[in-house]
């Protein structure tokens, strides 16, 4: 899981700790039973990003492979312009130097 997605889990929990404290402090039922609420749909919430975030890391990772191997098809076309001459076809002094 990605850090982003565990400081949201993080900032969550630790949101829930803070509420609890207050509603201890200053007992009321509509501020626990509002808490008992949100704290599921929190962990609901930060595991759909989770979920969201593997997915568009998915999609840019094939993304990323497929630009890596679009490259390196156009190597060997890169290397026979270098080391010959546009114009003639015949070999340029960098081959010559290797």
């Known amino acids: 899981m990605p850090i982003f997605n565990w400081i949201l889990l993080f900032i969550a929990f630790s949101g829930r700790t803070f509420f609890i404290t207050i509603s201890s402090t200053a007992p009321r039922i509509a501020t626990n039973a509002l808490v008992e609420a949100l704290t599921p749909a929190m962990l609901i919430v930060s595991l759909a990003a989770a979920f969201f975030t593997v997915r568009r890391q998915t999609a840019m990772m094939s993304q990323l492979a497929a630009t890596r191997d ?16 546009f114009l003639t076809g015949l070999k340029a002094r960098r081959a010559f130097a290797r």
């Open 70 to 85: 679009a490259a390196q098809s156009q190597m060997p076309k890169l290397e026979h312009l270098t080391n010959h001459d």
